[in-house]
């Protein structure tokens, strides 16, 4: 158990007004936790939102030492705040940190620490259609230093986003370019980690496919260039001739809590559900056949996302005529309705904030 002490704001911020966006305005306080070698993490505390006082030789901000998070908290139907399978948000951190040499963190301290800073803002969680309160955990290598060697100082944060969707389309469907070129990760990399290098590695395909009015890209495996990965922001599913595919978990794609979610609902359901190796050449062989039903991606930031548009090199398949598909919209009602205490809850994936 953590001794969180709070420090409360004096000058509350105004509440937004009209649409929220995703990820550009932040509460009143956050969440701080610090690391140093030989004594372990301490001095959790709650604090108001401001900007960090750190070192220009913090050593995160020259070689990358650094990890984030990324969960949700939303207002019931009842007027509770829940948030969605926290624990594995914290399973996950301790993954990526061992990856990247950062001290791992209890599970328990992690969802703590997320459920007191959510609690001190709670009146923050938006509650129109499709809002939620974005909340972002991350750690950081303070140790002013430059050499190149494990920082001995850490710092734990998190801070809170009222947000709506991610992608500017919403439920619409977005259209998403898989690159031939750049490569995000490769196996032993770092793929199957939080860490912002890479999100760093994605920027440049990302604006290729930016210009050419794609809202995402879709990677392909670092070694073949042949099989599908995953997204920039969300996990990727294809539902084949009645039959619901996603590339397994190979060590370079993330192991995304939603798609562990869908994948779950889907057997669930009895709907078959595969996760292997998909090729690119398959699926472009099952558009045109016409066993290409449906196409989604998901994440904690996109929720559901259908995808209407893939192009890959000259090929431009078209999924859906525009529509999301009858399956992405299943889920999507389904995830959410859980999320929001609509729905029974027979996993235990919904966590109050109390
Ligand atoms: N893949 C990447 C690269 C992501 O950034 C995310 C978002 O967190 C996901 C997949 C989806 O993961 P989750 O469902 O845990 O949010
Ligand atoms: C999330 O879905 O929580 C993510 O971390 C995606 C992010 C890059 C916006």
């Not at 004594?39 to 070689?63: C, F, N, Q, T």
């Not at 032993?188 to 930016?210: D, E, R």
């Not at 060590?251 to 809590?257: H, M, R, Y």
Request: with cysteine; net charge negative.
């Amino acid at each position: 158990m953590l001794d969180i002490k709070v420090t409360r704001t004096t000058s509350p911020k105004a509440k937004p007004e009209g649409p929220l966006g995703f990820g550009r305005i932040f509460t009143d306080h956050m969440f701080i936790m610090d690391y140093t070698k030989g004594k372990g993490w301490h001095d959790p505390r709650i604090v108001p939102y401001e900007d960090l006082k750190l070192s220009p030789a913090a050593m995160a901000l020259h070689y990358g030492q650094a990890m984030f998070e990324g969960l949700k908290a939303y207002k019931g139907d009842d007027g509770k705040s829940y948030l969605f399978r926290p624990d594995m948000n914290g399973k996950r951190t301790n993954t990526t940190n061992k990856r990247l040499c950062i001290p791992e963190l209890p599970v328990e301290d992690f969802v703590q620490a997320v459920k007191a800073v959510v609690k001190e803002d709670e009146d923050w969680i938006p509650t129109e259609p499709g809002t939620s309160l974005y909340v972002r955990p991350f750690i950081i290598a303070t140790e002013a230093y430059l050499g190149v060697e494990v920082s001995e100082t850490f710092m734990f944060i998190i801070i809170l986003s009222p947000s709506g969707a991610y992608y500017e389309e919403g439920l619409a469907p977005v259209g998403i370019w898989i690159e031939d070129d750049y490569v995000r990760a490769v196996r032993g990399g770092m793929g199957f980690a939080k860490t912002g290098g890479n999100y760093a590695a994605s920027l440049a395909a990302q604006v290729k496919a930016h210009d050419d009015g794609y809202s995402q890209v879709l990677w392909l495996d670092g070694v073949e260039r042949k099989y599908i990965e995953e997204v920039g922001a969300m996990n990727i599913f294809f539902k084949i001739d009645g039959k619901v595919v996603t590339p397994m978990l190979s060590g370079s794609i993330l192991p995304g809590i939603t798609r562990d979610s869908v994948l779950t609902l889907c057997r669930e359901w009895g709907i078959p559900a595969e996760e292997r190796r998909i090729s690119v050449d398959e699926l472009i062989e099952a558009q045109k056949s016409g066993k290409l039903e449906e196409v989604f991606g998901t994440g904690t930031a996109a929720v559901i996302s259908p995808v209407g548009k893939l192009r890959y090199k000259d090929e431009v398949m078209t999924i859906g005529g525009g529509e999301i598909g009858h399956l992405s919209q299943k889920i999507y009602d389904t995830v959410t309705g859980i999320q929001l205490g609509r729905l029974e809850d027979k996993y235990g994936w919904r966590v109050e904030v109390k």
